[in-house]
């Protein structure tokens, strides 16, 4: 059974840090790219972040660019998103997402794909 379990979130005080997980299962951790999204109160679902099967390659939103760093560890078969100096627009629900397709971060997860319950993170004093 295919799995991806995001964690990690929680209220973060302005220019406060966080790590979030996404421990996936049921799938060769080294064969797809995995991905990040955002969902802000009233705004649509975002991808901020993505990592290629191998590694290697990674991908980022310009409005997390500069302050968020992804990395994925095969011995966990988690994929990590970093994110520093964060704001209230930073707000919402993060999700992690595979399509079962792809290695690379080329093709975007659809809603017909693999996804995790999302887990929230909230910036504020």
């Known amino acids: 059974e295919v799995q991806l379990q995001a964690s990690g979130g929680g209220l973060v005080q302005p220019g406060g840090s966080l790590r979030l997980s996404c421990a996936v299962s049921g799938f060769g951790f080294d064969d797809y790219a995995i991905a990040w999204f955002r969902q802000a109160p009233s705004e649509e679902r975002e991808r901020i972040s993505c990592?290629?099967?191998?590694?290697?390659?990674?991908f980022y939103a310009n409005a997390v660019k500069g302050r968020s760093t992804i990395s994925k560890d095969n011995a966990k078969n988690t994929v990590y998103l970093e994110m520093n100096n964060l704001t209230p627009e930073d707000t919402g629900v993060y999700y992690c997402a595979t399509t079962l397709k792809y290695s690379s971060c080329t093709i975007r997860p659809g809603r017909s794909d693999y996804w995790g319950a999302g887990t929230l993170v909230t910036v504020s004093s």
């Open positions: 990592i290629n099967g191998g590694g290697g390659s990674t």
